[in-house]
Protein backbone atom coordinates (compact mmCIF):
# COMPACT_ATOMS: atom_id res chain seq x y z
CA UNK A 1 0.00 0.00 0.00
CA UNK A 2 1.63 3.23 -1.09
CA UNK A 3 0.77 6.68 0.04
CA UNK A 4 0.25 9.77 -1.46
CA UNK A 5 3.71 11.04 -0.42
CA UNK A 6 5.56 8.00 -1.84
CA UNK A 7 3.88 8.03 -5.17
CA UNK A 8 5.09 11.80 -5.47
CA UNK A 9 8.79 11.27 -4.59
CA UNK A 10 8.58 8.04 -6.62
CA UNK A 11 7.46 10.70 -9.99
CA UNK A 12 9.77 13.42 -8.61
CA UNK A 13 12.74 10.32 -8.84
CA UNK A 14 11.39 9.71 -12.16
CA UNK A 15 11.70 13.38 -13.18
CA UNK A 16 14.71 13.93 -12.09
CA UNK A 17 16.54 10.66 -13.67
CA UNK A 18 15.16 11.68 -17.07
CA UNK A 19 16.24 14.68 -16.87
CA UNK A 20 19.51 14.03 -15.50
CA UNK A 21 19.75 11.44 -18.57
CA UNK A 22 18.80 14.23 -21.16
CA UNK A 23 21.57 16.46 -19.75
CA UNK A 24 23.92 13.87 -19.71
CA UNK A 25 23.15 13.06 -23.32
CA UNK A 26 23.32 16.54 -24.76
CA UNK A 27 26.29 17.48 -22.96
CA UNK A 28 25.22 20.09 -21.31
CA UNK A 29 27.00 21.89 -17.86
CA UNK A 30 28.40 19.60 -15.41
CA UNK A 31 27.22 22.15 -12.84
CA UNK A 32 23.67 21.15 -13.61
CA UNK A 33 24.44 17.25 -13.70
CA UNK A 34 25.68 18.05 -10.33
CA UNK A 35 22.82 19.82 -9.41
CA UNK A 36 20.37 17.00 -10.47
CA UNK A 37 22.23 14.02 -9.26
CA UNK A 38 22.61 15.92 -5.85
CA UNK A 39 18.42 16.02 -5.80
CA UNK A 40 18.26 12.54 -6.39
CA UNK A 41 20.10 12.05 -3.68
CA UNK A 42 18.52 14.07 -1.50
CA UNK A 43 15.03 12.32 -2.69
CA UNK A 44 16.38 8.65 -2.22
CA UNK A 45 17.01 9.08 1.24
CA UNK A 46 13.63 10.95 1.69
CA UNK A 47 11.96 7.73 0.29
CA UNK A 48 14.17 5.84 2.20
CA UNK A 49 13.80 7.49 5.67
CA UNK A 50 10.13 7.44 5.03
CA UNK A 51 9.80 3.81 4.15
CA UNK A 52 11.50 2.22 6.79
CA UNK A 53 9.58 4.47 9.37
CA UNK A 54 6.70 3.23 8.26
CA UNK A 55 8.29 0.17 7.86
CA UNK A 56 8.58 0.30 11.50
CA UNK A 57 5.03 2.07 12.53
CA UNK A 58 3.67 -0.85 11.00
CA UNK A 59 5.18 -3.80 12.36
CA UNK A 60 4.92 -1.93 16.48
CA UNK A 61 0.98 -0.68 14.85
CA UNK A 62 0.80 -5.22 14.14
CA UNK A 63 2.18 -5.85 17.25
CA UNK A 64 -0.63 -3.93 19.43
CA UNK A 65 -3.22 -5.51 17.10
CA UNK A 66 -2.13 -9.27 18.20
CA UNK A 67 -2.22 -8.45 22.02
Known amino acids: MSTLYEESIRRLLDEKRRRLEEVARAGD ?31 TKGARKIH
Open 29 to 59: SPDEVARLEHEIHVLEMLYENYSSSMSAFRR
